[in-house]
T-cell receptor, first 112, second 118 residues
Framework: QQPVQSPQAVILREGEDAVINCSSS?????VHWYRQKHGEAPVFLMI?????EQKGHEKISASFNEKKQQSSLYLTASQLSYSGTYFC?????????????FGDGTTLTVKP | GAVVSQHPSWVICKSGTSVKIECRSL??????MFWYRQFPKQSLMLMAT?????????EQGVEKDKFLINHASLTLSTLTVTSAHPEDSSFYIC??????????????FGEGSRLTVL
């Protein structure tokens, strides 16, 4: 079942913050986040496996709620290089071999 | 870090011909690889799961005779689009997950292959 991402699009000024959400109707095994630039393959950002987990790298972080049905990606003090489409990928409990389903994506545009 | 390589990165072919796309894991073994299709401004849609040494598992609505998948070794999976038609034009991406101890669960994506059928 495909996760639901929101918002569909965000436009920011450099230095502003953004939050992207990813929700599932069922508890998940894991959620992972990717950024894709136009014409390129997605690039891995991070994966969350545990309920209540939060992790981050530099100014990008993510959380996974206790029920493991919702994750948020936080982009702090955005840079021009953050522009792209962000996808969350999810693995449901019981899914075999790490099969992932992706949300429709959130297009982030950072302007100077 | 682990790298997945796809080839070719783009291909243009005539309607009715077949096209093969390769996906290689360069520094790790992958018993399972995944093939996705992505239309412009849309999400990645999983087409099939490629299993080394056995038949691929196709998602609902994906024609297995149209999209032939072969996973002959632990580092190579191929997707062949048979008798391609203009509606098959798309961005095809493969991914693989490094397995074993120390694996982070990260999915490594190939660079993608853009297919244009005239």
């Amino acid at each position: 079942q495909q996760p639901v991402q929101s918002p569909q699009a965000v436009i920011l000024r450099e230095g502003e913050d953004a939050v992207i959400n990813c929700s599932s109707s069922k508890a998940l095994y894991s959620v992972h986040w990717y950024r894709q630039k136009h014409g390129e393959a997605p690039v891995f950002l991070m994966i969350l496996l545990k309920g209540g987990e939060q992790k981050g790298h530099e100014k990008i972080s993510a959380s996974f709620n206790e029920k493991k049905q919702q994750s948020s990606l936080y982009l702090t003090a955005s840079q021009l290089s953050y522009s792209g489409t962000y996808f969350c990928g999810t693995e449901s409990l019981g899914t075999n071999a790490g099969k992932s389903t992706f949300g429709d994506g959130t297009t982030l545009t950072v302007k100077p | 870090g682990a790298v997945v390589s796809q080839h070719p990165s783009w291909v243009i072919c005539k309607s009715g011909t077949s096209v093969k796309i390769e996906c290689r894991s360069l520094d790790f073994q992958a018993t399972t690889m995944f093939w996705y299709r992505q239309f412009p401004k849309q999400s990645l849609m999983l087409m099939a799961t490629s299993n080394e040494g056995s038949k691929a598992t196709y998602e609902q609505g994906v024609e297995k005779d149209k999209f032939l998948i072969n996973h002959a070794s632990l580092t190579l999976s191929t997707l062949t689009v048979t008798s391609a038609h203009p509606e098959d034009s798309s961005f095809y991406i493969c991914s693989a997950r490094s397995e074993g101890l120390g694996s982070t669960g990260e999915l490594f994506f190939g660079e993608g292959s853009r297919l244009t059928v005239l």
